[in-house]
Nanobody, 125 residues
Framework: QVQLVESGGGLVQAGGSLRLSCAAS????????MGWFRQAPGKERDFVSF????????DYADSVKGRFTISRDNAKNTVYLQMNSLKPEDAAVYYC??????????????????WGQGTQVTVSS
């Protein structure tokens, strides 16, 4: 089993920055892909960003490309999402997720096995 705990959410003004963290415990996620997703009220959970276990490959949703940066520290079993130039439309609950096998579309929630409880990001205009 893997436990994921997100932190770093909060209230920020438009144009501001936040850094989310996702700390993993239990079975090591050293060799696991990690993803960030977000869900606004009344909407589906959407892909935000992805990083391979080595950190060598990353990907972003078009809506956040150039503003968000994903990274990981495998020694700390932690994945980060640096969010800059935040917009009101970025407001959502942000979830990190990991999967046991690197298979399937990493943008699809069904291809992840473990999820954190989420952290709220609120952006005021």
């Amino acid at each position: 089993q893997v436990q994921l705990v997100e932190s770093g959410g909060g209230l920020v003004q438009a144009g501001g920055s936040l850094r989310l963290s996702c700390a993993a415990s239990g079975r090591t996620v050293y060799y696991s892909d990690m993803g960030w997703f977000r869900q606004a009220p009344g909407k589906e959970r959407d892909f935000v960003s992805f990083i391979t276990w080595s950190g060598g490959n990353t990907d972003y949703a078009d809506s956040v490309k150039g503003r968000f940066t994903i990274s990981r520290d495998n020694a700390k079993n932690t994945v980060y999402l640096q969010m800059n130039s935040l917009k009101p439309e970025d407001a959502a609950v942000y979830y990190c997720a990991t999967r046991r096998i690197s298979y399937g579309d990493y943008r699809n929630t069904v291809n992840y096995d473990y999820w954190g409880q989420g952290t709220q990001v609120t952006v005021s205009s």
